[in-house]
Structures are given as C-alpha cells and as structure tokens.
C-alpha cells in the first residue's frame, strides 16, 4: 500500500472506519444505559469518549496512513491521540450531547435515534477536522 491516498478515498475510509465507531458508541450507550442505569446524558458522553478512541486507532493504521510519520514512536503517537481527542473528541462531545438531547427533550425521539442522528450530524466537521489539523502532511 502506498502513503498517497487520493482525498475520495480518505472520505471513504473515514466513514467506513466512522460506521464502525457508531456501532461501538451506539452499543456503549445502550450498555451504559440500561445495564449501568446511567442518565443518557451521561452515558452519551462516555459512549463518544469511547468511539472516539477506538476511531483514533483505526485512522491512525488506515485512514490517514500515509500522513503517520514515525509510528513507532510513542512520543508523537500520544502528540497525535491527544490532539485527536482534544479536537475531534471535544467537538463530537459537544454535538452529541447537545443534539442527543435536543433530539430527545424537545422532538421526544428516542435517546438511541437521537443519538444515531447526532453522530450523522457532526461527521463531516470531524472529517475536516482530522483532516486539517490531527493528520497533517
């Protein structure tokens, strides 16, 4: 496989590796809900916090591949899951929460479909995200 991956095809990746993280996040909320008794809220954030991590991995190996310089350093692996979490996970926090909610308290959907719509909602401003500022060239 070569470093130079066209931009289609990073979209591609990112949603595929995106359609994984919403199966974690989605069964991380339905756990923390119903088996924890946690407050939606709540487990909404945490179910990110989750996905978000698991998508870092899976970008880091695949989705951005060619822009991962020294992979084996810890130093910068860590540089770049901090900024990762701080940027794409604050942001999709944020959206989560708030429109999980909104979806919720104010339409009466369901706190699951919220949550699937929240995530749909907030894809394309982490894709730009990750791409402009975590796996810079």
Known sequence: MTGT??????????????????????????VLTKSFSLNYMVSTALAVEMAVIHNFFWHEHWTWRGRTFEPNSLCLRMGRL????????????????????????????????????AIGSGSVMTFLINEMFVFTE
């Open 5 to 30: 991956v066209s931009v289609r095809e990073r979209v591609f990746r990112f949603y595929a590796v995106g359609s994984i993280g919403v199966a974690v996040q989605l069964s991380a909320l339905a």
């Open 82 to 117: 901090w900024k990762f979490n701080v940027a794409n996970g604050l942001v999709s926090i944020v959206i989560n929460v708030v429109l999980t909610r909104a979806f919720v308290e104010v339409a009466g959907i369901p706190y699951m479909i919220a949550n699937l719509m």
